[in-house]
Each structure stands twice: as structure tokens, then as C-alpha cells.
């Protein structure tokens, strides 16, 4: 069976400009969440999702955004992107909204230049 | 009080060794509080959990300890072996959302 999968894998961008990462759950799994990863600390959490309805957000600006699409698939929009938005962005999905076991991709590796 | 407060930062251990990492949390609400361990580039994976009605679980070689009248749980690793060196996280769950500690780079020298 299939992994969470992430897309792109690697991406650059500059200051100001857009960008939308995406996500794909193991199936059968129901709730996608999205962290940041900034290098040399641990994930912090941006959303959750579950059935295609936001359950939680974390302390990130409005330039922030995401959604669940009815295959329970997501993505995650970044505007006006800052240099300090330079991370790994984490997908994890899990059965249900509260189980606390996530699966995560291996990640979209941001740069903000 | 959203916080998991983690230590060491780092933590070099001889193949064999029992390395120790700790965790410390002012919530309350908490109540679910797993360990996650990352290799570099992969994403975290879930390693073991615990949840604070009980003082100890263990699964394999990883044990949680956890004491909630301190607000501290740990995790040991026995025999630990050079192919456990990873990131560690402990986190902890309030509602819908995880918060991870700063993590731990383990090294286990053969």
C-alpha cells in the first residue's frame, strides 16, 4: 500500500510570490494535518482537516491556507511568501480526527529566496 | 503552556548504551503523548505511546516512563544499536492537534 505522498519534493520560489503543496492520504484515511519543519526543530502544526472540514489551526498568518478535497486528498497555499517561510512542509494523514498516530510523507523541502 | 520541553539537544551514545530522553509539559490537557523518530529525509514515524494513566509501556526495545505528577515522561532505548541513530521527537496531543518537542539528535557509535 501506498505512503502518504507529497509534491513536489523540492521547490524554490522568491520572496512574494505563491505556492501550493499537495497532498495525498494512505487511503482509507480520512484526516490530512500539515506541519512546518523549520531545520533543527521539531514539526509545528499549521491544520488539520478531516472530512473535507478544517478541526484545527495552528499559530501561522493568514498568508496560510489549505483544504480537504472530497477523495480526502489536500493542499496547502502559501501567499507572499517570506524568506522565513524556508522549511520542510509535512503532510500526515490518519484515520480519524483524534487518534494521535499520524503517518507523514517525506515532505515538501521549501526555499524562499 | 502548548509547549513540550525536550532535552538533550543532542546525545552520543556507545552501541549497547541505554540512551535517555526527556520530556517535561505544563498542560494538563494533554492526553496522549507519543514518540516519533526521524530518519533524514523521511518524514517523523510513529515509534511508541503512552498515555498518562499509565506509568510505563514498552515495545521492544523502547520504553516510555512517564510521571504525571512531574509533567515528565522519557524514553529509553535498550541495546541500542548504531541503526537507531535518528531525530527523536516526544509530542503530546491537545484536541485535534500534536505538538512536537524540539527533537533530539541520537548518535550510537558501533
Known amino acids: 500500500d501506498a505512503g502518504v505522498t507529497q509534491s513536489p519534493t523540492h521547490l524554490i520560489k522568491t520572496r512574494g510570490q505563491h505556492v501550493t503543496l499537495r497532498c495525498s492520504p494512505i487511503s482509507g484515511h480520512k484526516s490530512v494535518s500539515w506541519y512546518q519543519q523549520v531545520l533543527g526543530q521539531g514539526p509545528q502544526f499549521i491544520f488539520q482537516?478531516?472530512?473535507?472540514?478544517?478541526?484545527g489551526r495552528g499559530n501561522f498568518p493568514d498568508r496560510f491556507s489549505a483544504r480537504q478535497f472530497p477523495n480526502y486528498s489536500s493542499e496547502l497555499n502559501v501567499n507572499a511568501l517570506l524568506l522565513g517561510d524556508s522549511a520542510l512542509y509535512l503532510c500526515?494523514?490518519?484515520?480519524?480526527?483524534?487518534?494521535?498516530?499520524?503517518?507523514f510523507g517525506e515532505g515538501s523541502r521549501l526555499t524562499v529566496l | 503552556q502548548q509547549q513540550v520541553k525536550q532535552s538533550p539537544q543532542s546525545l552520543i551514545v556507545q552501541k549497547g548504551g541505554i540512551p535517555i530522553i526527556n520530556c517535561a509539559y505544563e498542560n494538563t490537557a494533554f492526553d496522549y503523548f507519543p514518540w516519533y523518530q526521524q530518519f533524514p529525509g523521511k518524514g517523523p514515524a510513529l515509534l511508541i505511546a503512552i498515555r498518562p494513566d499509565v506509568s510505563e509501556k514498552k515495545e521492544g526495545r523502547f520504553t516510555i516512563s512517564f510521571n504525571k505528577s512531574a509533567k515528565q515522561f522519557s524514553l529509553h532505548i535498550m541495546d541500542s544499536q548504531p541503526g537507531d541513530s535518528a531525530t527523536y521527537f516526544c509530542a503530546a496531543r491537545l484536541d485535534d492537534k500534536i505538538i512536537f518537542g524540539k527533537g533530539t539528535r541520537l548518535h550510537i557509535l558501533p
Open positions: 482537516y478531516y472530512e473535507k472540514e478544517e478541526r
Open positions: 500526515a494523514s490518519s484515520w480519524g480526527a483524534n487518534t494521535g498516530e499520524l503517518f
